[in-house]
């Protein structure tokens, strides 16, 4: 099994910033790539960012220049730096780790944008 958990959410005033942590432990052999998406309210799920394990990454058009994601292998965690905050961005932020087909998903994590 694999398990991951998130910190770093909470409530932040807009052009505020807010760095999310995911540490990822368990039976983890081979990490393909991990990232962060989000779900708001009344909305599907959507990716954030992503990194693969050779370090490319992918970011959201609505989010790119404002998010920054980073990982630590040593310590198979990720991170997801937030900068700019927009009240859009509000939503549960949710980690994934992809392996070997197989994807993980952490419980989440609130952000509030909000004055």
């Known amino acids: 099994q694999v398990q991951l958990v998130e910190s770093g959410g909470g409530l932040v005033q807009p052009g505020g910033s807010l760095r999310l942590s995911c540490a990822a432990s368990?039976?983890?052999?081979?990490?393909?790539?991990m990232g962060w998406f989000r779900q708001a309210p009344g909305k599907q799920r959507e990716l954030v960012a992503v990194?693969?394990?050779?370090?490319?990454?992918n970011y959201a058009d609505s989010v790119k220049g404002r998010f920054t994601i980073s990982r630590d292998n040593a310590k198979n965690t990720v991170y997801l730096q937030m900068n700019s905050l927009k009240p859009e961005d509000t939503a549960v932020y949710y980690c994934n780790l992809y392996s070997d087909l197989v994807d993980y998903w952490g419980q989440g994590t609130q952000v509030t944008v909000s004055s």
């Open positions: 990194m693969t394990s050779g370090g490319s990454t």
């Open positions: 368990g039976n983890i052999y081979s990490i393909n790539s």
